[in-house]
């Protein structure tokens, strides 16, 4: 066997019978999604905008700490952020709400740049703790400014003017665009040379250096990229409550819910934050009642999951099927035409 | 007089930064890990002072004969039984685990003590002073706490330095392997490093509720000046973190005469100074271990 012919026997996989059923399926439900203002109420929309919101955080933060292993505890910083940023684009400088959503996205991802230089000089635990202690200073820098409110926060007023079931509409809309194209761009991103650099320097970092990967920029890049993510999930969630505080827009619990999500639907996959995402709906809607009970449970899954399943309910989908609905991974193939001949 | 009396209350209230930032760094030194559930543990040794002192009528500082041996078997055994199974699973793991724990702990407490802020009463210590000079006065409870911190630093150190025990925490913090070949089981080793960072972390809670009331969402802000203490001080020097403490504790306490709402965001930003200026902290590393 030469060299060539053993090239030619076997083709690289990118995608898989699952990914493109679930293209169609994916096609078929974003069809429905979009449709759904004309045949949905308004309680729907809210509740899938909240979805929306709590899908793409999950993602954001499933790309930082399960595939570029940078586990940070801050990321409420930039839904904070986000959603600050909104209040005053839209209200203070005239700029139209769902316009000021991505803007909001690019202020947090600004204010991303000065915080990777101080907390990438921390590793492993002290950068989750250095993220942390970031997003507290935002929080009680906002909440010692008079212009934003103070401690009370502020109101979005921008959208007072527009009837309630347009901003409705609107907002329900700008959602599914924002998690349509969050979705599709980790997506793309992970199946980029540049996800599979990322990949490359999960699994090791020296290794992955060697090979002439800019480790710093990759992870600098990806950092600045979910702070965009979040931050424009931030200014949505607030265009969807419109009324905003440091306490609640600065709070752990967007993390922890976050984390829990990723953790136990299946940190390191794309499928596992959707699939923790629908749980925490569910379980939250079925919990409501039991409020701190409900995060207790939350997190003695989240522990018990990451001691029993590292990888999570869909984990333990894919160790029993072979399943992806989206595949990142190259997989060699013998190819059966190549064979035949 | 008044701004000297302000840097002195804050070099005390160091103290008491300092005797939770060394749980923290004894943990990292020996494990490299970040016990995330840190600030909530110390919150629950508070919590736990309060029903001993409710229910027997002892004063709190008895209560620490309850109080740290029950935090240093918790610290045992969520080590053997929790976080030595997460070893060699690479960072994620013991950061999630224990930021889990934490959250579980915070809702744990607002459920079993409601939200209501809660403090432990010595008895009259905490309110007595003693004067130095004619302006000047310094309370006995800060000195106290102060001086508890110092011996329980120095007890450290010296377990490290001479005991066998801090000999093997020494071994197996540089090299892991190399000290399992050499006998020891670096697994029973961490679970007492865990106990012991604990008992420490349960000394600080008590004093804590003695200094200031408390709630059950009081444990992240520990955590974080912990960690900020650690880091001005310097890793891996167990006297750069009573440096760190004070440095922080003073930070919050001018912060907080310059304008009410910044004690706790100027010390924050003096922490972001050291970080940016002189990132390896005030004290470079002198031991690896704590």
């Known amino acids: 066997m030469t060299p060539a012919s053993n090239r030619a026997a076997v083709r690289v996989e990118r995608t898989t019978r699952a990914s493109r059923a679930g293209l169609v399926v994916a096609a078929l439900v974003l069809l429905a999604l979009v449709t759904l203002p004309r045949w949905g109420d308004a309680s729907t929309m809210r509740i899938l905008v909240e979805f929306i919101a709590l899908l793409v955080l999950a993602q954001m933060w499933n790309l930082l700490a399960g595939y570029a292993g940078l586990v940070s505890i801050g990321q409420q910083a930039y839904v904070g952020l986000g959603g600050y ?122 290794g992955s250096e060697a090979l002439g990967i800019d480790v710093f920029r990759t992870k600098l890049g990806v950092y600045l990229g979910v702070a965009f993510g979040t931050g424009m999930t931030g200014a949505l969630i607030y265009l969807n409550l419109l009324r905003i505080s440091p306490d609640a827009a600065f709070s752990i619990n967007w993390t922890a819910y976050t984390i829990f999500i990723v953790v136990i639907g299946g940190i390191g996959s794309l499928e596992g934050p959707l699939i923790g995402t629908a749980l925490f709906f569910v379980t939250r809607e079925l919990l409501s009642d039991y409020g701190a009970w409900y995060m207790i449970l939350l997190g003695a899954l989240a522990v018990g999951v990451m001691l029993r399943y590292p990888r999570g309910l869909w984990g333990l989908v894919t160790d029993r099927w072979d399943v992806r609905f989206f595949p990142v991974q190259r997989r060699v193939a013998l190819d059966p035409a190549a064979r035949e001949s | 007089m008044t701004w000297v009396d302000t840097i002195l209350q804050g070099l005390l209230l160091g103290g008491l930064y300092a005797l939770f930032a060394t749980g923290l760094s004894l943990i990292f030194g020996v494990m490299r890990i970040v016990n995330l559930a840190h600030g909530d543990l110390s919150i629950l040794a508070a919590f736990l002072a ?241």
């Open chain 1, 85 to 206: 940023a909104l209040v005053v684009l839209a209200d203070d400088l005239g700029v139209n709400p769902f316009a000021a959503v991505p803007l909001a996205g690019l202020v947090a991802a600004a204010l991303a740049l000065p915080t990777a230089a101080l907390v990438f000089r921390f590793q492993g635990g002290y950068f989750a703790v250095g993220t942390w202690a970031i997003a507290e200073v935002y929080r009680l820098r906002i909440a010692n400014t008079s212009a934003l409110g103070r401690g009370s926060g502020r109101t979005l007023k921008a959208v007072f003017p527009l009837a309630r079931e347009s901003r409705e509409i609107t907002t329900y809309l700008l959602a599914l665009a924002i998690g349509v194209a969050a979705l599709a761009a980790v997506y793309g991103f992970l199946r980029s040379r540049y996800g599979l650099g990322l990949m490359a320097i999960r699994d090791s970092e020296p």
């Open chain 2, 50 to 290: 309060v029903v001993v002192v409710e229910s027997l009528g002892w004063s709190p500082f008895a209560a620490l004969l309850v109080v740290v041996p029950v935090l240093a078997g918790l610290g045992y055994a969520l080590q053997s039984l929790v976080l030595n199974r997460l070893l060699g699973r690479g960072i994620l793991p013991p950061i999630l685990v224990t930021f889990g724990f934490s959250i579980i702990i915070q809702n744990a407490l607002l459920e079993t003590f409601s939200a209501d802020s809660r403090r432990l009463d010595p008895g009259g210590v905490e309110t007595a002073s003693v004067a130095l000079g004619s302006q000047l006065a310094v309370g006995w409870f800060p000195v106290i706490t102060l001086a508890v911190a110092v011996l329980i630093l120095v007890g450290l150190q010296l377990m490290i330095g001479r005991l066998s025990l801090g000999r093997a925490f020494r071994a197996v913090s540089d090299d892991q392997e190399t000290a399992e070949l050499m006998g020891i089981d670096h697994r029973r080793l961490y679970a007492l490093a865990m106990a012991l960072s604990l008992a420490i972390v349960a000394v600080a809670g008590v004093f804590l509720g003695i200094r200031t009331t408390f709630t059950f969402a009081s444990g992240p802000d520990r955590l974080l000046f912990a960690f900020e203490a650690v880091i001005i001080g310097g890793l891996g020097s167990l006297w750069g973190t009573l440096v760190g403490g004070a440095v922080l504790g003073i930070a919050q306490t001018v912060g907080a005469k310059l304008s009410p709402g910044w004690g706790i965001l100027s010390g924050h930003l003096v922490f972001l100074a050291v970080l940016l200026l002189r990132p390896q902290g005030l004290f470079a590393k002198a031991r690896r271990v704590a």
